[in-house]
């Protein structure tokens, strides 16, 4: 369903303000707004350590999903916090293989030195890589704004060629991955579908419309008739009941992902059907970006958010 022309210039507006680093800033030293913002992101978020995206981890997969953890963060700017975001991904694979907790481990790479310098990122996702290998768990590199695509994509097929355990994330709403997934079918690794959360210039994506639903489609398709690993990372229903009757998700090579948070209800009922179900679980301090992503994906969410901030949010994870 095509947005209409006030949900666009919401959302268009608050992914504007999401960008804006002087609102961020503000938001983040006042007293009284950060507590407030913090509490509506309570709902997407697990919390603020890698214990609380641990803990949330286990009770997820206890009920049977699949799950991928991510330490939330991007673009940063310096490189003792790229070491420092490298290293906490590296603890938090090794605190999932003493557990015995089987995850997906996602990034950015602006996370890791993308924004200081590409070789830094390289470096950084290779010692990941190497890391994951030996905890017999993965890797999915997210995609970020369109400008960052080309640097991203060559990251990926480097590393890639070494460790198949890498995966690599593609924007539906952008015009030239029809392109790029023909060209990474000959390429290993998992390969994750998503809408596209980024604001970006008009000529070069596809709007939220049917258009971009029947192209999120075609790009499933591929996936599967070229027998990749394929995560469906999106939460609309009616392109579910779709996908359901393509009967992708019977295939073994292919999982639904859905945001911790987001349509709790829709990702239950594909787990309780006997779906494949991975949930994307989120931690750290530095969520505004996120919070601001997972309102503007959806306008209604905003509704949700401002209850979370009077009310407080309940555990998101009882909600599975």
């Given at each position: 369903?095509?947005?209409?022309?006030?949900?666009?210039?919401?959302?268009?507006?608050?992914?504007?303000?999401?960008?804006?680093?002087?609102?961020?800033?503000?938001?983040?030293?006042?007293?009284?707004?950060?507590?407030?913002?913090?509490?509506?992101?309570?709902?997407?978020?697990?919390?603020?350590?890698?214990?609380?995206?641990?803990?949330?981890?286990?009770?997820?997969?206890?009920?049977?999903?699949?799950?991928?953890?991510?330490?939330?963060?991007?673009?940063?700017?310096?490189?003792?916090?790229?070491?420092?975001?490298?290293?906490?991904?590296?603890?938090?694979?090794?605190?999932?293989?003493?557990?015995?907790?089987?995850?997906?481990?996602?990034?950015?790479?602006?996370?890791?030195?993308?924004?200081?310098?590409?070789?830094?990122?390289?470096?950084?996702?290779?010692?990941?890589?190497?890391?994951?290998?030996?905890?017999?768990?993965?890797?999915?590199?997210?995609?970020?704004?369109?400008?960052?695509?080309?640097?991203?994509?060559?990251?990926?097929?480097?590393?890639?060629?070494?460790?198949?355990?890498?995966?690599?994330?593609?924007?539906?709403?952008?015009?030239?991955?029809?392109?790029?997934?023909?060209?990474?079918?000959?390429?290993?690794?998992?390969?994750?579908?998503?809408?596209?959360?980024?604001?970006?210039?008009?000529?070069?994506?596809i709007p939220r419309s049917q258009n971009l639903n029947e192209r999120y489609l075609e790009l499933v398709d591929l996936c599967v008739k070229a027998g990749k690993q394929v995560s469906i990372a999106s939460h609309d229903e009616v392109m579910y009941q779709q996908i359901?009757?393509?009967?992708?998700?019977?295939?073994?090579?292919?999982?639904?992902?859905?945001?911790?948070?987001?349509?709790?209800?829709?990702?239950?009922?594909?787990?309780?059907?006997?779906?494949?179900?991975?949930?994307?679980?989120?931690?750290?301090?530095?969520?505004?970006?996120?919070?601001?992503?997972?309102?503007?994906?959806?306008?209604?969410?905003?509704?949700?958010?401002?209850?979370?901030?009077?009310?407080?949010?309940?555990?998101?994870?009882?909600?599975?």
């Amino acid at each position: 369903m095509a947005q209409s022309s006030v949900e666009k210039q919401f959302t268009d507006t608050l992914k504007s303000v999401a960008r804006n680093l002087e609102i961020k800033k503000y938001i983040q030293q006042s007293n009284e707004l950060y507590p407030i913002f913090e509490r509506a992101s309570k709902r997407f978020v697990t919390g603020d350590s890698r214990e609380d995206g641990l803990s949330v981890g286990n009770q997820l997969i206890q009920k049977g999903y699949r799950i991928s953890l991510e330490y939330i963060g991007e673009n940063t700017t310096s490189k003792d916090e790229c070491i420092q975001a490298k290293d906490e991904f590296i603890t938090l694979m090794k605190e999932c293989a003493k557990q015995g907790l089987s995850s997906r481990i996602s990034l950015d790479l602006s996370h890791i030195g993308l924004s200081i310098d590409p070789q830094l990122a390289y470096q950084y996702l290779v010692e990941i890589a190497k890391e994951a290998q030996s905890d017999d768990l993965s890797i999915m590199i997210s995609m970020e704004e369109s400008t960052k695509t080309d640097q991203i994509l060559s990251i990926y097929k480097r590393v890639v060629v070494d460790y198949s355990n890498v995966g690599i994330t593609l924007q539906a709403q952008l015009q030239r991955t029809l392109n790029d997934i023909n060209d990474l079918l000959n390429y290993a690794g998992t390969i994750r579908i998503v809408k596209g959360a980024y604001q970006e210039p008009p000529d070069i994506c596809i709007p939220r419309s049917q258009n971009l639903n029947e192209r999120y489609l075609e790009l499933v398709d591929l996936c599967v008739k070229a027998g990749k690993q394929v995560s469906i990372a999106s939460h609309d229903e009616v392109m579910y009941q779709q996908i359901i009757e393509r009967g992708y998700l019977q295939n073994p090579n292919v999982e639904a992902e859905m945001l911790y948070g987001i349509h709790p209800d829709l990702c239950k009922q594909l787990k309780d059907d006997g779906l494949p179900v991975r949930v994307y679980l989120t931690y750290g301090t530095e969520w505004y970006l996120y919070l601001c992503h997972r309102i503007a994906e959806y306008p209604p969410n905003i509704y949700v958010a401002i209850t979370d901030m009077i009310r407080g949010v309940e555990d998101s994870s009882q909600l599975y």
